[in-house]
């Protein structure tokens, strides 16, 4: 990402032709709906009378997704297609889709028409008039499995409108609308594109919420199960860890540390008390090693825990190692 915020600087020689806007959509198997979707988005975007291009990635589809995106780009100009080499997942086909796009504003939407291309001016819209940072849809009459995902999905909300302190209605959808900055320092791994709001909050970003439609999924199913939930709370933890370790690391290891003391003195009250009011002999209890080694290894289990996912993000940002391989970027031609 850091290239695409060096290609922007003004110096560029080619400044004037970047697009004002990017719409980055990552595509995993997608064929059918592909051709609905560019139309769909050349539809809301050309009256919007401003620059704008398709970042259309294709996360190693099995299907015929980046052929439909070659035929595509022969005959669209907006359209930028990126072919990753294999499947990386949708937070590595998002960050590809940031890093080869040079908008000033980038949106980000599904490639399978749940989310409606016509919303984007709404959110775009909403991010100039209140001159916010990011712009994140909120579904309304949302067109999923009750049980499967909505369920999951409004308790994953308030946990993690509760643990990150955005109080954002709809975290899982994909539909947003970000100034570049917000994007382009930001190094994304696991299922942490859900969590852009949070983590650009964490950075100072304004934030805002605009309702939007969302349908039913008409071709293909959903590429995904219920190990999500999985992945999306342990990236919560690792979230919440940041934002706690990043900036008072006591109130973490502080809090775990003051709990243990106090089960610890609460027991050894309880044996003291033993031998003062029943004169029993509490020297040789197992008792008391159980609970003081228990919770020894519990708090430090805990905090080495923390620590190694601390160092798993370091160890991300350091190595600078892509999450994603791009097999070839074909530009859209005049048609
Ligand atoms: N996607 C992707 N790589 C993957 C899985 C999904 O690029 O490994 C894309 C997919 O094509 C779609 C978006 O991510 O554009 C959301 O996926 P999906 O519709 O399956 O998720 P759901 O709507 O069920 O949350
Ligand atoms: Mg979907």
Known sequence: MARAALAHSSDHPAAER??????????????ESLPHLVEKLLAALRPLGRSFELVLVDDGSKDGTAAVLRDLAARVPELVAVLLRRNYGQTAAMAAGFDASSGGVIVTLDGDLQNDPADI????ARLEQDDLDLVSGWRQQRQDGALDRLLPSLLANRLIARVTGVRLHDYGCSLKAYRREVVSDMNLYGELHRFLPALAF???????????????????????????TFRVLMDLLTVWFMKRFLTRPMHVFGFAGLLALLVGLAIAAW?????????????????????????LSGVQLFSFGLLAELQMRTYHESQGRPIYRVRAIVRGEPG
């Open 202 to 228: 964490i950075e100072g970003a304004r934030i805002g919420e605009v309702r939007v439609s969302h349908q039913a999924r008409r071709y293909g199913r959903s590429n995904y199960g219920i190990d999500r």
């Open 18 to 31: 970047f697009p004002e806007l990017s719409v980055v959509v990552p595509l995993y198997n997608e064929e």
């Open 121 to 124: 001016p709404m959110l775009l």
């Open 271 to 295: 044996l003291v008390g033993e031998k003062l009011l029943v004169g029993a002999d509490i020297g040789n209890r197992p008792l008391l090693l159980m609970a003081v080694l228990a919770i």
